[in-house]
């Protein structure tokens, strides 16, 4: 039998328990859209509806209350079988080196969950320029944002990322942004360490596609890296190309909009490396599943 993805059961359980969605985010640390996100996958996987969306909560349907239990009885079991492992294989040091715009506007505003599931684990993150030696242990695991080619080590796919232009609210009032054409009007921000083989995060391959002259734009103005670019787009200094990842968190607070509805999935997406011998080692599974999970559960409505 095809089993449902283990996220939308969590998310199903939780709903279930709490009565509600925002309920049910809180102590997912994930946004109501994710829950509900879940929960639609599972019920179109089973064919069934498990809730009644009713105007002050949620009900469960029979369906929902046949499987509530069922459903209960196993997370738990396989929390116990997770709390089995013997305290030296998830007491200690787990180092992991991520990409600093990746550690910065995604990893670490969601690191609570993961301190909090493992307390024993004593997490160490860096985010140095120079890529960490995995073969020799300055590192356990690495993040890194590229094509997937990493001979000799160990490959796990994380997440890919979409390309679309993001600015903050405010920008619109001075001067509207309707068509990709209205670019013009705007100052554009770039990321200069882009490189030829990442052209959905560059300008000139979007102004082609409107048919807009470079030197048709107001000003533009660079920046070294896009934690900087992220930044800057916030503060309303012009019109930027948004990783999904990387600006998902101020899109669902608001600093940030997406006014045009036109996007490009990136050359480049997100993996997890590590040896074939650590791979194997409980504190790196047990991150990986953590980092996949958070992964799922990112949701952009398009």
């Not at 949620?58 to 079991?77: F, K």
Request: aromatic share 8%; glycine share 6%.
């Amino acid at each position: 039998m095809r089993l449902p993805p283990l996220n939308s059961l969590r998310a199903f359980e939780v709903a279930a328990r709490l009565g509600g969605f925002v309920a049910a985010s809180e102590e997912l640390n994930v946004t109501p859209a994710a829950i509900s996100h879940q929960v639609k996958s599972l019920e179109a996987h089973l064919g069934v509806e498990l809730f009644r969306r009713l105007p002050r909560g949620l009900e469960l349907t029979n369906a929902g209350q046949e499987l509530m239990p069922n459903i209960s009885r196993g997370l738990s079991h396989f929390a116990r079988a997770v709390g089995s492992l013997s305290g030296g294989d998830l007491q200690g040091k787990l180092t992991v080196n991520v990409p600093p715009s990746f550690a910065t506007l995604w990893l670490v505003p969601r690191m609570e969950s993961f301190i909090r599931s493992f307390p024993d684990i004593r997490l160490r993150v860096t985010a140095y320029s120079k890529a960490p030696d995995l073969i020799h242990g300055e590192t356990d695991i690495r993040i890194v944002y590229g094509q997937g080619n990493y001979p000799g080590l160990k490959t796990e796919y994380i997440k890919e990322e979409t390309i679309f232009p993001v600015c903050a609210p405010s920008l619109l009032n001075v001067s509207p942004l309707r068509r990709l054409s209205d670019i013009r009007n705007h100052t554009l921000l770039h990321d200069f360490n882009i490189g030829s083989d990442e052209p959905s995060m560059s300008w000139i391959h979007w102004l082609k596609r409107s048919g807009v002259d470079g030197s048709e734009i107001r000003q533009h103005v660079e920046y070294s890296d896009s934690v900087l670019l992220t930044e800057a787009a916030v503060r309303g200094l012009g019109v930027a190309l948004g990783r999904s990842s990387l600006v998902q968190d101020h899109l669902n607070s608001g600093k940030l909009v997406r006014p045009l509805k036109i996007k490009k999935t990136s050359e480049y997406a997100y993996y997890m490396l590590t040896t074939e011998v650590n791979a194997e080692r409980p504190r790196v599974r047990v991150f990986l599943d953590w980092l996949k999970r958070q992964a799922d559960d990112d949701v952009i409505e398009w």
